[in-house]
């Protein structure tokens, strides 16, 4: 079955460390993206790809990183820069960024805790 | 910029209740408009969404909505809750238009009581 794939569910963090969150999917589609949330915040856009090797900020991008060297691959990086990285954080994709009229297809996300 | 704003953070209705979750926008072009519904430690799974033509949007689980332009408004409603509806929804916005991510709101939480 097409999907999105997060792994891990759970990851604990300490001060001080990067940490690498991953997102694959096998749905074929162009634009892949982060958010985080947090309660009562609702989502916010981290980054977001529309094409293979090209990225953009999104609303949040301090102390996060990303890269799309694969179609199916949008790897996300917590870095030692982000404040406070405790968080939900879910990875989606679209078929096309101006496919939007079939909306987002979601991971089931990431709970980074630091420690 | 687009924006989303959903009226109420947590919502309480009674088994077999309707179910009304508010959702207002603000965008200077016409909008694509999304439910998504969010179980605890989930992603997110579209529930509906307005991109053109009817207004009045069906989607999954007996819910619909209803865009009304003059009111810059895209409600959710639901005639009769179950316990099951019991999650997180969030309205999303972009515009038709493309090159835009979609905008999410707050979200708001609802409980079903038996």
């Known amino acids: 079955d097409g999907g999105i794939t997060q792994s891990p569910k759970y990851l604990f963090r300490k001060e001080g460390q990067n940490v690498t969150l991953s997102c694959e999917q096998n749905l074929n589609h162009d634009a892949m993206y982060w958010y985080r949330q947090d309660p009562g915040q609702g989502l916010r856009l981290i980054y977001y790809?529309?094409?293979?090797?090209?990225?953009q900020k999104g609303d949040i991008a301090e102390g996060y990183s990303v890269s799309r060297e694969k179609k199916e691959s949008f790897p996300l990086t917590v870095t030692s820069a982000q404040k406070n990285p405790t968080a939900f954080y879910l990875c989606?994709?679209?078929?096309?960024?101006?496919?939007?009229?079939?909306?987002?297809?979601f991971g089931s996300g990431t709970r980074l805790t630091v420690v | 910029a687009q924006s989303v704003t959903q009226l109420g953070s947590h919502v309480s209705v009674s088994e077999g209740a309707l179910v009304l979750l508010r959702c207002n926008y603000s965008?200077?072009?016409?909008?694509?408009l999304f439910w998504y519904v969010q179980y605890p430690n989930q992603g997110l799974q579209l529930l509906l969404k307005y991109t053109t033509g009817a207004t009045l949007v069906k989607g999954i689980n007996g819910f619909e909505a209803e865009f009304k332009k003059s009111e810059t408004s895209f409600h959710l409603t639901k005639p009769s809750a179950h316990m099951s509806d019991a999650a997180e929804y969030f309205c999303?916005?972009?515009?038709?238009?493309?090159?835009?991510?979609?905008?999410f709101g707050k979200g708001t939480r609802l409980s079903v009581i038996a």
């Open positions: 989606a994709s679209s078929i096309g960024f101006k496919g939007l009229n079939y909306g987002y297809t």
């Open positions: 790809s529309q094409i293979v090797n090209d990225f």
């Open positions: 999303a916005v972009s515009q038709n238009s493309g090159n835009t991510p979609l905008v």
């Open positions: 965008s200077s072009v016409p909008p694509y």
